[in-house]
Protein backbone atom coordinates (compact mmCIF):
# COMPACT_ATOMS: atom_id res chain seq x y z
CA UNK A 1 0.00 0.00 0.00
CA UNK A 2 1.04 3.67 -0.78
CA UNK A 3 1.69 6.05 1.97
CA UNK A 4 3.40 9.55 2.35
CA UNK A 5 4.28 11.05 5.96
CA UNK A 6 5.37 14.92 6.63
CA UNK A 7 7.97 15.31 8.60
CA UNK A 8 6.87 18.17 10.00
CA UNK A 9 3.76 19.54 11.25
CA UNK A 10 4.32 23.27 11.49
CA UNK A 11 7.51 25.04 10.04
CA UNK A 12 8.59 28.73 10.47
CA UNK A 13 10.35 30.91 8.24
CA UNK A 14 11.14 34.45 8.26
CA UNK A 15 10.82 36.24 4.91
CA UNK A 16 12.70 36.31 2.25
CA UNK A 17 14.81 33.39 4.12
CA UNK A 18 14.62 29.29 1.96
CA UNK A 19 11.12 27.16 2.55
CA UNK A 20 11.71 23.47 2.88
CA UNK A 21 8.89 21.10 3.39
CA UNK A 22 10.21 17.56 3.63
CA UNK A 23 7.71 14.30 2.62
CA UNK A 24 8.64 10.82 2.13
CA UNK A 25 6.29 8.25 0.64
CA UNK A 26 6.51 4.51 0.27
CA UNK A 27 5.40 3.02 -2.83
CA UNK A 28 5.92 -0.47 -4.38
CA UNK A 29 6.12 1.13 -7.92
CA UNK A 30 7.31 4.48 -9.54
CA UNK A 31 4.20 6.59 -8.06
CA UNK A 32 2.94 9.85 -8.69
CA UNK A 33 3.33 12.38 -6.01
CA UNK A 34 2.11 16.02 -5.85
CA UNK A 35 2.12 18.88 -3.72
CA UNK A 36 -1.40 21.00 -3.03
CA UNK A 37 -1.35 24.17 -0.52
CA UNK A 38 -4.72 25.48 0.94
CA UNK A 39 -4.86 28.72 2.32
CA UNK A 40 -7.70 29.21 5.51
CA UNK A 41 -11.21 28.19 4.28
CA UNK A 42 -9.97 27.38 0.71
CA UNK A 43 -9.86 24.66 -1.46
CA UNK A 44 -7.26 22.89 -2.37
CA UNK A 45 -4.66 23.93 -5.13
CA UNK A 46 -1.93 21.99 -6.77
CA UNK A 47 1.74 23.77 -6.93
CA UNK A 48 3.74 20.68 -8.79
CA UNK A 49 3.40 17.31 -9.61
CA UNK A 50 5.69 14.61 -9.83
CA UNK A 51 4.94 11.87 -12.83
CA UNK A 52 7.76 10.22 -14.33
CA UNK A 53 9.38 12.58 -16.13
CA UNK A 54 12.40 15.17 -15.07
CA UNK A 55 13.45 14.54 -10.88
CA UNK A 56 13.30 18.56 -9.81
CA UNK A 57 10.11 19.56 -10.75
CA UNK A 58 9.03 23.37 -11.11
CA UNK A 59 5.80 24.59 -9.64
CA UNK A 60 3.76 28.29 -9.53
CA UNK A 61 4.64 30.81 -7.47
CA UNK A 62 8.69 29.88 -6.97
CA UNK A 63 8.36 26.06 -5.55
CA UNK A 64 10.32 23.56 -6.43
CA UNK A 65 10.60 19.99 -5.48
CA UNK A 66 12.71 16.89 -5.85
CA UNK A 67 12.11 13.55 -6.21
CA UNK A 68 15.29 11.34 -4.59
CA UNK A 69 14.05 7.42 -5.37
CA UNK A 70 17.03 6.08 -3.37
CA UNK A 71 15.28 8.61 -0.37
CA UNK A 72 12.02 8.03 -1.06
CA UNK A 73 11.70 11.96 -0.77
CA UNK A 74 9.84 14.71 -2.65
CA UNK A 75 10.92 17.31 -0.46
CA UNK A 76 8.97 21.17 -1.45
CA UNK A 77 11.62 23.73 -1.46
CA UNK A 78 11.61 27.61 -2.27
CA UNK A 79 14.45 30.30 -2.06
CA UNK A 80 12.63 33.35 -0.54
CA UNK A 81 9.78 32.65 1.75
CA UNK A 82 6.72 35.59 1.00
CA UNK A 83 3.81 36.37 3.63
CA UNK A 84 1.75 35.18 0.90
CA UNK A 85 2.94 31.70 1.22
CA UNK A 86 1.70 31.08 4.57
CA UNK A 87 -0.91 28.06 4.23
CA UNK A 88 -1.27 24.67 4.61
CA UNK A 89 0.98 22.21 2.44
CA UNK A 90 0.07 18.31 1.73
CA UNK A 91 2.01 16.32 0.14
CA UNK A 92 0.04 13.28 -1.42
CA UNK A 93 0.69 10.12 -3.87
CA UNK A 94 -1.63 8.76 -6.08
CA UNK A 95 -2.81 5.40 -6.28
CA UNK A 96 -4.82 4.90 -9.45
CA UNK A 97 -7.11 2.40 -9.97
CA UNK A 98 -9.16 1.09 -13.24
CA UNK A 99 -10.20 4.59 -14.72
CA UNK A 100 -9.75 7.01 -10.95
CA UNK A 101 -7.27 7.66 -8.52
CA UNK A 102 -7.28 7.54 -4.85
CA UNK A 103 -5.28 9.82 -3.35
CA UNK A 104 -3.34 9.82 -0.22
CA UNK A 105 -2.64 12.64 1.82
CA UNK A 106 0.40 13.42 4.36
CA UNK A 107 -1.08 14.70 7.64
CA UNK A 108 -0.01 18.42 6.50
CA UNK A 109 2.83 21.00 7.05
CA UNK A 110 1.45 24.33 8.09
CA UNK A 111 4.13 26.89 7.34
CA UNK A 112 4.19 30.17 9.47
CA UNK A 113 5.98 33.24 7.77
CA UNK A 114 7.31 35.63 10.30
CA UNK A 115 7.70 39.68 8.94
CA UNK B 1 -12.11 25.70 -18.32
CA UNK B 2 -10.13 24.44 -15.73
CA UNK B 3 -12.69 24.63 -12.62
CA UNK B 4 -14.51 22.59 -10.31
CA UNK B 5 -17.40 24.69 -9.00
CA UNK B 6 -19.18 23.81 -5.50
CA UNK B 7 -22.31 25.41 -4.39
CA UNK B 8 -23.41 26.54 -1.47
CA UNK B 9 -20.22 27.72 -0.15
CA UNK B 10 -21.70 27.53 3.22
CA UNK B 11 -24.61 25.47 4.98
CA UNK B 12 -26.12 25.85 8.10
CA UNK B 13 -28.42 23.25 9.28
CA UNK B 14 -30.59 21.34 11.67
CA UNK B 15 -30.28 17.94 12.71
CA UNK B 16 -33.79 16.99 11.06
CA UNK B 17 -32.80 18.95 7.72
CA UNK B 18 -32.81 17.35 4.22
CA UNK B 19 -30.16 19.60 2.22
CA UNK B 20 -27.94 18.90 -0.61
CA UNK B 21 -24.39 19.83 -1.91
CA UNK B 22 -23.99 20.38 -5.47
CA UNK B 23 -20.26 20.16 -7.16
CA UNK B 24 -19.84 21.02 -11.12
CA UNK B 25 -17.15 20.60 -13.60
CA UNK B 26 -17.19 21.18 -17.63
CA UNK B 27 -13.19 19.96 -17.98
CA UNK B 28 -14.69 16.60 -19.69
CA UNK B 29 -13.08 14.51 -16.62
CA UNK B 30 -14.88 10.80 -15.57
CA UNK B 31 -14.17 10.51 -12.45
CA UNK B 32 -15.08 12.52 -9.47
CA UNK B 33 -14.81 12.62 -5.79
CA UNK B 34 -16.17 13.88 -2.08
CA UNK B 35 -13.77 14.20 0.61
CA UNK B 36 -14.82 15.44 3.92
CA UNK B 37 -12.14 17.87 5.89
CA UNK B 38 -11.90 18.13 9.99
CA UNK B 39 -10.53 21.72 10.77
CA UNK B 40 -6.31 21.07 10.93
CA UNK B 41 -6.51 17.81 8.99
CA UNK B 42 -5.91 16.42 5.74
CA UNK B 43 -9.12 15.74 3.61
CA UNK B 44 -10.48 12.16 3.93
CA UNK B 45 -12.18 10.38 0.95
CA UNK B 46 -15.73 9.28 1.01
CA UNK B 47 -17.11 8.53 -2.41
CA UNK B 48 -15.36 7.99 -6.06
CA UNK B 49 -17.69 8.32 -9.12
CA UNK B 50 -16.44 7.21 -12.24
CA UNK B 51 -18.18 7.21 -15.45
CA UNK B 52 -21.47 7.95 -13.67
CA UNK B 53 -21.17 5.06 -11.66
CA UNK B 54 -20.21 4.93 -7.56
CA UNK B 55 -16.78 2.99 -7.70
CA UNK B 56 -15.73 3.35 -4.39
CA UNK B 57 -17.93 3.98 -0.92
CA UNK B 58 -15.29 4.60 2.37
CA UNK B 59 -17.79 3.02 4.56
CA UNK B 60 -19.44 6.39 4.75
CA UNK B 61 -22.66 6.30 7.21
CA UNK B 62 -25.95 6.31 5.23
CA UNK B 63 -27.01 9.94 6.55
CA UNK B 64 -24.67 10.57 3.18
CA UNK B 65 -26.35 9.82 -0.06
CA UNK B 66 -23.84 10.73 -3.23
CA UNK B 67 -25.64 10.97 -6.81
CA UNK B 68 -24.34 11.46 -10.58
CA UNK B 69 -26.65 12.85 -12.51
CA UNK B 70 -24.37 12.92 -15.15
CA UNK B 71 -20.62 13.52 -16.39
CA UNK B 72 -20.44 17.44 -15.42
CA UNK B 73 -22.29 17.26 -12.20
CA UNK B 74 -22.09 15.87 -8.66
CA UNK B 75 -24.32 15.61 -5.65
CA UNK B 76 -24.03 15.19 -2.20
CA UNK B 77 -27.33 14.39 -0.62
CA UNK B 78 -27.17 15.27 3.15
CA UNK B 79 -30.09 14.43 5.85
CA UNK B 80 -30.19 13.50 9.57
CA UNK B 81 -26.48 14.82 9.87
CA UNK B 82 -25.19 14.73 13.41
CA UNK B 83 -22.96 18.03 14.49
CA UNK B 84 -19.97 15.71 14.09
CA UNK B 85 -20.45 15.82 10.48
CA UNK B 86 -19.97 19.43 10.49
CA UNK B 87 -16.77 19.92 8.54
CA UNK B 88 -15.55 21.53 4.67
CA UNK B 89 -16.62 19.17 2.13
CA UNK B 90 -14.43 18.68 -1.08
CA UNK B 91 -15.44 18.30 -4.42
CA UNK B 92 -12.75 17.11 -6.85
CA UNK B 93 -12.54 16.07 -10.61
CA UNK B 94 -9.38 13.59 -12.49
CA UNK B 95 -9.66 12.68 -16.09
CA UNK B 96 -9.73 8.70 -16.36
CA UNK B 97 -6.85 8.26 -18.73
CA UNK B 98 -4.02 5.62 -18.08
CA UNK B 99 -1.03 8.34 -18.61
CA UNK B 100 0.47 9.29 -15.77
CA UNK B 101 1.24 12.86 -17.19
CA UNK B 102 -2.62 13.94 -17.44
CA UNK B 103 -2.91 12.70 -13.78
CA UNK B 104 -4.11 15.40 -11.44
CA UNK B 105 -6.93 16.26 -9.37
CA UNK B 106 -8.92 19.93 -9.56
CA UNK B 107 -10.48 20.53 -6.17
CA UNK B 108 -13.73 23.00 -5.79
CA UNK B 109 -13.65 25.49 -2.99
CA UNK B 110 -15.58 23.48 -0.75
CA UNK B 111 -18.98 23.79 1.62
CA UNK B 112 -18.13 25.11 5.11
CA UNK B 113 -21.16 22.78 6.40
CA UNK B 114 -22.33 23.39 9.89
CA UNK B 115 -24.78 20.73 11.91
CA UNK B 116 -26.70 22.58 14.47
Known amino acids: AQSVTQLDSHVSVSEGTPVLLRCNYS??????LFWYVQHPNKGLQLLLK??????LVKGINGFEAEFKKSETSFHLTKPSAHMSDAAEYFC?????????????FGSGTRLLVRP | DTEVTQTPKHLVMGMTNKKSLKCEQHMGHRAMYWYKQKAKKPPELMFVYSYEKLSINESVPSRFSPECPNSSLLNLHLHALQPEDSALYLC???????????????FGQGTRLTVV
Open chain 1, 92 to 104: VVSDTMDSSYKLI
Open chain 1, 50 to 55: YTSAAT
Open chain 2, 92 to 106: ASTPTFRDRERTEAF
Open chain 1, 27 to 32: SSYSPS
